[in-house]
């Protein structure tokens, strides 16, 4: 990419493209992260979210982490689908993992809050691979929630 620092949406796009092998694209003004058979996303409340980072990063295992206000977003790897019974527990946790077809919107920026109001915990590097949504899972449900 020409440019230094990716200014425009579509700067953000290329970049997200270009330096991090993520298939971003841009809809309405925004850089959009489909959710597919190869790129997913797993939505864990902000406590239970600290400790499955530090898990993973334990674990070397921690691939890219969003956060927002009070949920944080792991990018996984889509490698099996939970079933029935784990996905209740994990919907009872507030653990949400989008279907295919959905999207999650990527900060156009690397400051501490964006335009999006999300911001990089964890932000995506060349050489950082996507951990598995199984270990994510396992993880999430291993750790606790961290409730006093």
């Known amino acids: 990419m020409n440019v230094e620092k990716p200014r425009t949406t579509a700067d953000w796009v290329a970049?997200?493209?270009?330096?991090?092998?993520l298939p971003?694209?841009?809809r309405g003004?925004?850089?959009?992260?489909?959710?597919?058979?190869?790129?997913?996303?797993?939505h864990l409340p902000t406590m239970?979210?600290?400790?499955?980072?530090?898990?993973?990063?334990?674990?070397?295992?921690i691939g890219p982490v969003l956060a927002r206000q009070i949920?944080?977003?792991?990018?996984?790897?889509?490698?099996?689908?939970?079933?029935?019974?784990?996905?209740?527990?994990?919907?009872?946790?507030?653990?949400?993992?989008?279907?295919?077809?959905?999207?999650?919107?990527?900060?156009?920026?690397?400051?501490?809050w964006t335009r999006e109001g999300c911001t990089w915990?964890?932000?995506p590097a060349p050489d950082l691979e996507l951990p598995p949504l199984s270990v994510v899972i396992t993880t999430a449900l291993a750790v606790g929630g961290g409730e006093v």
Do not use: C, K
């Not at 970049?15 to 092998?21: C, I, M, N, P, Q």
């Open 29 to 42: 003004g925004f850089v959009m992260l489909p959710i597919t058979g190869r790129t997913g996303v797993v």
């Open 71 to 112: 949920r944080w977003s792991f990018l996984v790897v889509p490698d099996s689908r939970p079933g029935t019974q784990v996905l209740d527990v994990l919907n009872r946790l507030d653990i949400g993992i989008p279907g295919i077809g959905s999207a999650v919107m990527l900060p156009t920026g690397l400051g501490r």
């Open 24 to 26: 971003v694209t841009e």
């Open 15 to 21: 970049h997200y493209r270009d330096e991090f092998g």
């Open 48 to 61: 239970r979210a600290e400790r499955v980072r530090d898990a993973l990063t334990d674990q070397d295992m």
């Open 121 to 123: 915990i964890v932000p």
